[in-house]
């Protein structure tokens, strides 16, 4: 059973990098046909996917997120990495780690709140 799980600071302060990490347990960040995403949950408002990463290593990121957003993988680690710069409040939310070949398997999720 794959299993991920997110880490990293619940409070960021305007302007600065939020950084979260999602280690993945019961299975390979390098398996075959997988992908490896990043999707966020504002208060009130529905899923937003983020970005991307696919076996391979090719990358893909939201159009309205692109100029903040970085995503890696560190497959000596097997987990997957999200960066997003220059937060501000609205970039509060929770944020949700998943893979597979279609998105089954999902992190618990972790509250990150941006306040000044």
């Known amino acids: 059973q794959v299993r991920l799980q997110e880490s990293g600071p619940g409070l960021v302060k305007t302007s600065q990098t939020l950084s979260l990490t999602c280690t993945v347990s019961?299975?390979?960040?390098?398996?075959?046909?997988?992908?490896w995403d990043w999707i966020r949950q504002a208060p009130g408002k529905g899923l937003e996917w983020m970005g991307a990463?696919?076996?391979?290593?090719?990358?893909f990121y939201s159009s309205s997120l692109k100029s903040r957003i970085t995503i890696a993988k560190e497959t000596s680690k097997n987990r997957f990495t999200l960066r997003l710069s220059s937060v501000a409040p609205e970039d509060t939310a929770v944020y949700y780690c998943v893979g597979g070949e279609a998105c089954e398997y999902w992190g618990q999720g972790t509250q990150v709140t941006v306040s000044s």
């Open positions: 990463i696919n076996q391979r290593g090719t990358i």
């Open positions: 019961g299975g390979s960040v390098t398996a075959t046909n997988y992908a």
